[in-house]
């Protein structure tokens, strides 16, 4: 058992030695290794965008705070209206809480409408979604709803 452990020791030792012999420094290249990430090439449209939407037929109007980078949109719209729970004295079951936070996601295209997505903030088992349409217009962005409220807003660039 002892000369076992002796030559397991021994065969330890040198793969340890083996393992710390250092390689040749690889050639200078002019290309990247694969392993490293390029940065997207920046937007036209990048930026912070806000603003205020109308009202549209909800009578409802929302914040909007964007942000684009790298053409890609990430963001949120806020109904300023939108309340909590109110006290019920009638006992009857209340009306369901409207959204009052969008979360909004999507890819903007430079010189041509592109399409955003809209996920409410509500809570239960019903998830509210929204269609958008976004386009870039002057120093402005213009958001218009494809369904729902129909609200429609002008961003400007922060």
């Known amino acids: 058992m002892k000369k076992f452990l002796a030559l397991l020791l021994i065969a330890g030792v040198a ?3 083996a ?3 250092t390689r040749a420094p690889a050639p200078p290249s002019a290309t990247p290794p694969s392993g490293t990430p390029t ?3 920046a937007s036209p449209l990048d930026g912070t965008w806000r603003g205020t939407s109308d009202g549209g037929s909800c ?7 964007l942000t ?7 963001g949120s719209a806020y109904d ?11 006992k009857s079951a209340p009306p369901p809480p409207g959204p009052g936070l969008w979360q909004i996601h999507g890819v903007a295209k430079v010189g041509a409408p592109f399409n ?3 996920l409410a903030s509500v809570k239960g088992p019903t998830h509210q979604r929204m269609q958008l349409t976004a386009r870039g217009d002057g120093q402005s962005l213009v958001v218009s709803e494809t369904s729902g409220c129909r609200r429609t807003a002008r961003l ?3």
């Open 156 to 158: 400007s660039r922060n």
């Open 116 to 118: 955003l997505l809209s």
């Open 80 to 90: 300023t209206t939108a309340r909590g729970p109110v006290p019920n004295p009638n």
């Open 15 to 17: 793969a340890t030695g």
């Open 39 to 41: 940065p997207a090439p």
């Open 59 to 65: 009578n409802a109007p929302l914040d909007y705070l």
């Open 68 to 74: 684009i980078e790298s053409g890609f949109v990430d």
């Open 19 to 21: 393992s710390a012999q």
